[in-house]
């Protein structure tokens, strides 16, 4: 995200990826381990030596690390997030009532 004049905040880039047959089989958190590792990969060039804040509702990372045996595919997505300097910051939900709130 990068600050225009008046302070407001505007993505810089968008990525996406569709999914393939054995990914969809992918758990929810598994997902976003794989976002976050696709993304790492593909912006690698703007994170490499920075400090990135990630705004996810699961916390991949604590995930990836809190497994006693990690599978192929877990330690291979491990490593890779390992090389960047990647803070976890959770996404507040707002729900019912509060919603209509925030919305008015």
């Not at 990135?52 to 877990?74: D, F, G």
């Amino acid at each position: 995200m990068q600050e225009d004049d008046q302070k407001a905040k505007k993505p810089i880039f968008y990525a996406s990826k569709a999914l393939v047959n054995y990914q969809l089989k992918y758990t929810e958190i598994e997902r976003q381990c794989f976002a976050l590792v696709f993304l790492i990969q593909k912006f690698c060039h703007f994170l490499l030596g920075r400090h990135t804040v990630a705004r996810v509702p699961l916390n991949p990372l604590k995930y990836l690390l809190s497994r006693p045996e990690l599978s192929e595919k877990i330690g291979r997505w491990a490593m890779i997030l390992q090389e960047f300097d990647i803070e976890i910051s959770p996404v507040t939900m707002v729900k019912g009532p509060r919603l209509a709130e925030h919305l008015a």
